[in-house]
């Protein structure tokens, strides 16, 4: 007796391709998704890891900073140790210049960093300025050290334990540097970063 073979029905085969072209699809979702996801990750990672940079050249720089003053465009005495205070979230005044040890060519080297906001975006960038001599008068060489950032905040430690948000080494009772620096950077991602340092040889 011969066994009949039972065959697939056409609306069998339509069920079947209905499931696998499912399939498909949910599987190249999670897939697209898993590589969003990926991507995210590493995007943040990056930015940690060049906040994490820039905070260590900040506080690389001001650990070496010395007693010589500068120069300012027009020739005029520039402080030693000079922090100014952001008149407003918008401005790009939130800058700390001083002297530090330690240049190209082995002597010291005038330096500076600032919050600089950018015309149409949402967040500025942080930005290390360059003198070729602490007395030059000539524009400094810019580096941007960090992007996506929404605010920088510097403050200074006297010698009463309180945070000062303007330091001019020129001016008493706040002459030389301070005991510490403390630096608070708003990130476009969300949240604040907090680094402190203490500044060796500080009165």
Do not use: K
């Amino acid at each position: 007796m011969i066994a009949r073979q039972r065959a697939f029905t056409l609306i069998e085969v339509l069920v079947a391709m209905t499931l696998v072209a499912l399939l498909g699809v949910l599987g190249y979702r999670g897939l697209e998704s898993t590589r969003r996801t990926a991507d995210h990750l590493g995007r943040n990672a990056r930015q940690w890891q060049e906040v994490a940079l820039a905070s260590d050249r900040f506080g690389r720089d001001v650990r070496q900073a010395i007693d010589r003053p500068g120069r300012r465009g027009n020739g005029e005495p520039s402080p030693a140790w000079w922090g100014r205070r952001a008149l407003d979230e918008a401005a790009d005044a939130a800058q700390l210049t001083f002297t530090r040890l330690g240049g190209a060519n082995g002597d010291s080297q005038r330096l500076a960093y600032r919050w600089r906001a950018l015309p149409g975006e949402p967040a500025g960038q942080l930005e290390l300025l360059l003198w070729t001599s602490p007395e030059s008068t000539q524009p400094p060489r810019q580096y941007v050290l960090l992007h996506n950032v929404r605010r920088m905040e510097l403050a200074y430690l006297d010698a009463e334990q309180q945070w000062q948000p303007e330091w001019n080494s020129l001016v008493p009772p706040r002459s030389g540097r301070p005991r510490a620096v403390r630096l608070r950077l708003e990130l476009a991602a969300g949240g604040w970063i907090e680094r402190r340092f203490d500044l060796p040889g500080a009165p």
